[in-house]
């Protein structure tokens, strides 16, 4: 496995529509490995094939549920995702990118939603996602479709260094 080289804003491979995965091989298994470590390394929650300069719809995605006390992280592989349904209810949260470092924005985002997606096998699935698990699946399919957080958001900042020191542990 290797630690891939995040694409910075404004690298105009970040704007594209990425296309979808059409073959389920070693090498695409291998860039799914790849871009696990590279968003545990960075750190992140999420990482889009299009941050590591890939035009493909393809997020990883790991995040353990706050609520529930000594939760371990669930690791989720997004192919070719889609939101097939959205709750009503919208949230407004603060968001960050690991391909836009040093900025955050208000947000707003869904509360609840279902994408159907393909695994890293090909083997077709449907998440019902809530809260911050649904923020950052949407984050990352914004990123295949080339929309950055900062087109959504409100109030985008820069972080100081001491918040950007409390994000990073």
Known sequence: ????????????????????????DKSLQKLIDDMLETMR?????????????QSLRLAVVEYADEEEEDAKPKTYVLINPEIVKTSQ????????????PNLAGEVERYEDITVKAKN??????????????????????????????????TNVYELTDEEMAEIKD
């Open 41 to 53: 390394a960075a750190p992140g929650v999420g990482l889009a094939a299009p941050q590591i300069g």
């Open 1 to 24: 496995m290797a630690v891939l080289d995040i694409v910075k804003f404004p690298d105009p491979r970040l704007r594209l529509k990425a296309k979808p995965v059409q073959t389920f």
């Open 120 to 153: 890293r096998y090909g083997k077709p699935m449907k998440i019902t996602a809530s809260g911050w698990l649904a923020r950052i699946f949407q984050h990352e399919i914004d990123h295949l479709n080339g929309v950055l957080f900062i087109d959504r958001a």
């Open 89 to 100: 209810e919208t949230v407004v949260a603060t968001e960050a990118c690991l391909s836009l």
